[in-house]
């Protein structure tokens, strides 16, 4: 069974910094494509940061030079660090882990956790 698990959301002020942790179970985790993803209300989800099995990075370009994503394998973990936040980011962040195997998309989501920038 996969689990998946956020945590590290919080209210914080603009300007301010949140790490965010993922940790998944119940995979091979290092064969995996692991994104962060965020929803505002009223708002469709956006992808934020992956990190491909092969440790690249891609983000948009919102979060550029702001956010950080980094994984470690041997932990199943995934971080997404968040510096310099602004009211904009404020919204529930998912973790995902996917990845393709024999024409089967293997697709995994955690149950979010709470970002709210605000003073």
């Known amino acids: 069974q996969v689990r998946t698990v956020e945590s590290g959301g919080d209210l914080v002020q603009p300007g301010g910094s949140l790490k965010l942790s993922c940790v998944v179970s119940?995979?091979?985790?290092?064969?995996?494509?692991v994104n962060w993803y965020r929803q505002a209300p009223g708002k469709q989800r956006e992808l934020v940061a992956s990190?491909?099995?092969?440790?690249?990075?891609n983000y948009i370009g919102s979060v550029k030079g702001r956010f950080t994503i980094s994984r470690d394998n041997a932990k199943n973990a995934v971080w997404l660090q968040m510096n310099n936040l602004e009211p904009g980011d404020t919204a529930v962040y998912y973790c995902?882990?996917?990845?393709?195997?024999?024409?089967?998309?293997?697709?995994?989501w955690g149950q979010g956790t709470q970002v709210t920038v605000s003073s």
């Open positions: 990190v491909g099995a092969d440790g690249c990075t």
């Open positions: 995902n882990s996917n990845r393709w195997l024999r024409g089967i998309k293997y697709d995994y």
């Open positions: 119940g995979i091979i985790f290092n064969r995996f494509v």
